[in-house]
């Protein structure tokens, strides 16, 4: 691996976000002609590492060196200057402009200060091509376009600012079979014209094909470094594993439940191309967790439940009887009794500059209100109790909830749900961004819930706390039930080779031998 | 391929605003007792030209996802300020022309310096600049008053040739200059990505900056070129409170009408311009047809209404109901 000097290399760059640490000196080098690619679970620090390569982020402190020289890079547009050129995840393109445009918007042709179009339309053409994506129209806007028709044109517009270094952040993601393995030959050609390709990618048998090398990240650190193939999956997902066991989590009920039918059942439920025939239930007393990578369909179903996507195919029961959510407002009518605990408190869950009081009285209002009218005492003694129950820490309701802090934010936005007594709740990664203390108050408060006859649905990208919290998990992939894991079989291993789409056999196999 | 097809989807709101403008014009002068006359184009060239500069002024910011509530009161400071200056001799004449268009575009440049760099919502920002810039037409003229080059007035605001309506050329002249530069050139792509998704035109590394300032700069100017035809009109300058605000809501309404996205990155000032004359028209059209000049804000309200839902009906095309609100 070093038999080249390094085109690129950083040392002991770290980031904290917060108290955060999202990467702890890590150490990379990056060779031209080679494709080396980068694996970790949800959360090791493979996004921080690209974003601060690409300019998006300045790294707190570590150097960095282009062709042995030092270098910084203050904006995405300083990094494209110097040859770096990142691929995001989520997309940068520009909806309203036509592919042309967004082709070369960094940089775009001109002639007599005004946009050349003539110029423009030849060099759009020529990146389409490359990227073997002849079939686009250059004149078509970006918006019109499929997802995957949408991420060739951004594998184009990288291609068009003539990178040295390429970096794809699961630039496969959103890809039909067939694109993939054009952007592979594409991807094999620039590594054969010395261009030096970072490839972050969830998917085994994409790197076993493509990469010379991979890094293993952890914990916002690098654990290994080795050349492609030298080490077997197994060995692989045994290195992305290795954090030490911190939570504590409120013991599982071993008597049996599938007696009683379930409160809430999925049949063959399917949204656009994001979500594929998930049929799974939920009994009372039940905590059903949702596994697998970030943005594999898990809070896209979530929404589907809730009454916010339009255009879903297939069945939801509830109690056994088909019904049909039409908005969050139809999912919490005491019929159906459902409750969604947002991803993101700050937007979907909490009016931050109002008080305690407003934000959680606001989905229970008809609760504590006779014709409209708000009975103010009756509020205020359910809001007590809640306050009590959860143990949020504020110096009052009326003080605005912005002023507490995020473990704090996230009890009330989960109280402001059970003012309304809900029979299901749907949480999506409640624990992100909160404390250690926090997230144990609410493993207890969760198998409370579920023990007093609530179903639970719990997506969490943090492997712990599915095999500590839950009585089921489903690990979602592209969209669909990839596995279902009950009870003992809830472990790190099985979670991560399932979220991998490995061949869960060889796992097995291993693991006994092991 | 068809690149036509392609060039129609683009130009669809700017196509039906002139397709309305047409219609309405067509129906006008087949009902005016004198007809599709020099006359009667001239009369109707010049009611139509203000809110054209202004809903012109307008749209570049728009563009950019912001919005200027301003633009009216920048209209009503320059008209204040012409009455002043633009008098005496041709150089003197010449001089106070551009001394009103540099302080329209002074003030667009105040408001684009405080939306980039004081970060303030546009709209917070211009409803603030803008009283600023009525009170200060306010002291130049308490009272309506003052006068102007009357030659210079008499051509701005009469006919080329006998036949075309002098206020025309010149909007085309400003089309030409000041538009189609800007639309063309990479400050004007930077706009439309910046009002298109800001973080993704940020990512690709797009001067964004750049773009609102050349934005609301251009807008000043194009509001002051507005307030100059004012003070054409009128031989006086009137800082006239209500008339300012209908300008700046007129131009918002003339925005939408021409296909503008208020959520930005879509749409052209031509369709704006387009959007203002038949929104004028609307109000013309009542008179040709004996209505009391009473209808004629319900009668805009409501065919503004109906050419702001043919645009929502991509509402109904959303797959995730959160995507309505953002």
Redesign the interface.
């Known amino acids: 691996m070093t038999e080249a000097a390094p085109l690129f290399c950083m040392e002991g760059v770290s980031k904290r976000y917060g108290g955060v640490r999202a990467i702890e000196k890590a150490d990379l080098d990056v060779t031209a002609g080679r494709i080396h690619a980068i694996l970790g679970e949800n959360g090791a620090g493979k996004s921080t590492l690209i974003k601060i390569m690409a300019g998006v982020v300045a790294p707190d402190e570590g150097r960095m060196a282009l062709d042995g020289r030092a270098a910084t890079f203050a904006s995405p547009a300083a990094a494209n200057q110097a040859g770096i050129v990142c691929i995001f995840q989520e997309l940068s393109l520009i909806p309203d402009l036509s592919v042309a445009d967004n082709i070369v918007i960094s940089n775009p042709p001109t002639r007599f200060g005004m946009i050349d179009r003539g110029a423009q339309r030849r060099i759009a053409e020529e990146a389409l091509a490359r990227a073997g994506a002849s079939d686009i129209h250059p004149l078509a806007l970006v918006k019109d376009l499929p997802l995957s028709r949408r991420q060739m044109v951004e594998i184009a517009k990288a291609l068009a600012r003539n990178p040295r270094i390429l970096i794809l952040d699961e630039a496969t993601s959103a890809l039909t079979a067939a694109d993939v393995s054009k952007v592979f030959i594409v991807l094999k050609r620039l590594r054969a014209e010395g261009l030096a390709l970072l490839y972050i990618s969830h998917r085994m048998h994409e790197i076993a094909e493509l990469a010379d090398e991979c890094s293993v990240f952890r914990n916002g650190q690098k654990v290994a470094t080795y050349a492609a193939g030298s080490k077997s999956d197994n060995e692989v997902v045994e290195l992305m594993i290795g954090r030490e066991y911190s939570h504590v989590f409120p013991p599982k009920p071993t008597r049996p439940k599938s007696e009683t039918p379930p409160v809430l059942e999925t049949r063959k439920l399917s949204w656009t191309e994001r979500l594929r025939d998930i049929s799974f239930s939920v009994r009372a007393g039940e905590i059903v967790g949702l596994g697998g990578l970030d943005g594999q369909g898990q809070r896209d179903l979530l929404l589907a439940l809730f009454g916010v996507l339009r255009g879903c195919s297939g069945e939801i029961l509830i109690d056994g009887k088909a019904v049909s959510i039409a908005s969050p407002a139809a999912a919490k009518s005491k019929k159906i009794g459902m409750a969604l605990i947002p991803e993101d408190r700050k937007t979907e869950g909490l009016m931050l500059p109002m008080t305690v009081r407003d934000n959680l009285s606001f989905a229970a209002l008809d609760r504590v209100s006779h014709g409209g009218i708000v009975d103010r005492e009756a509020e205020r003694r359910l809001i007590d109790d809640m306050i009590k129950l959860l143990g949020i820490r504020t110096a009052g309701i009326d003080i605005a909830v912005g002023a507490l802090s995020g473990g704090n934010q996230q009890k009330v936005v989960i109280a402001k749900w059970l003012m309304n007594q809900p029979r299901i709740i749907l949480l999506n990664d409640p624990t992100r961004g909160i404390d250690v203390g926090t997230k144990q108050e609410l493993y207890q408060l969760l198998r409370k819930l579920a023990d007093a006859g609530a179903a639970i649905v719990f997506y969490s990208t943090d492997y712990d706390e599915l095999i500590g919290c839950c009585d089921r998990v489903l690990v979602l992939y592209d969209g669909a039930v990839k596995r279902e894991l009950v009870g003992p079989e809830i472990t790190e291993r099985a979670l991560i080779a399932s979220a991998l789409n490995i061949d869960m056999a060889e796992v097995g196999r291993a693991a006994v031998t092991a | ?1 068809k ?1 036509w097809r ?2 129609l ?2 130009q669809r709101g700017t196509l039906l605003a002139v397709g309305i403008f047409v219609m309405m014009f067509i129906i006008y002068s087949s009902n005016h007792p004198a007809g599709f006359s020099p006359n009667v184009v001239q009369t109707a060239a010049n009611k139509g030209v203000l809110l054209a500069f202004v809903a012109m002024a307008q749209a570049l910011v728009v563009i950019t996802a912001g919005i200027d509530l301003s633009v009216g009161m920048i209209f009503t400071l320059t008209n204040c300020l012409a009455s002043w200056v633009v008098v005496g001799s041709p150089l003197q004449v010449a001089m106070g022309v551009i001394v009103v268009l540099g302080v329209g575009s002074l003030c667009g440049a105040i408001n684009g310096a405080i939306v980039i760099y004081g970060r303030l919502q546009p709209i917070v920002a211009t409803i603030a600049t803008g009283a600023v810039y009525f009170g200060i037409a306010l002291a130049l003229r308490p009272t309506p008053g003052g006068g102007v080059d009357e030659t210079l007035a008499d051509a701005m605001t009469g006919r080329v040739f006998g036949v075309v309506p002098a206020s025309l050329v010149v909007l085309a002249a400003v089309v030409a200059v000041v538009w189609v ?1 800007f639309s ?3 400050t004007g ?1 930077a706009a ?2 910046t ?3 800001e ?8 001067p964004i900056r750049r773009a609102k300032m050349a934005a609301y700069t251009l807008s000043g100017l194009l509001a002051s070129i507005g307030g100059l035809f004012l003070t054409f009109f009128t031989y006086t300058g009137d800082a006239a409170y209500a008339s300012g605000n209908a300008y700046t809501l007129f131009s918002i309404a003339a925005v939408v009408l021409g296909g503008v ?1 208020l959520f930005g ?2 749409g052209s000032a031509i369709g704006a311009i387009f959007g203002a004359l038949a929104f004028r028209t609307i109000g013309d059209l009542l008179f040709v047809f004996d209505f009391d000049p009473l209808w004629q804000p319900l009668f805009q309200g409501v065919v503004l209404l109906l050419a702001v839902s043919l645009g929502a009906f991509g509402l109904f095309r ?5 995507d309505w609100f953002g």
Do not use: H, I, Q, T
């Open positions: 391929m690149d392609f060039w989807a683009e530069p063309r050139s990479v792509r439309y990505a009002g298109s998704s973080a993704a035109a940020y990512m690709s590394g797009v996205s990155g879509k959303v797959r995730n109901r959160l």
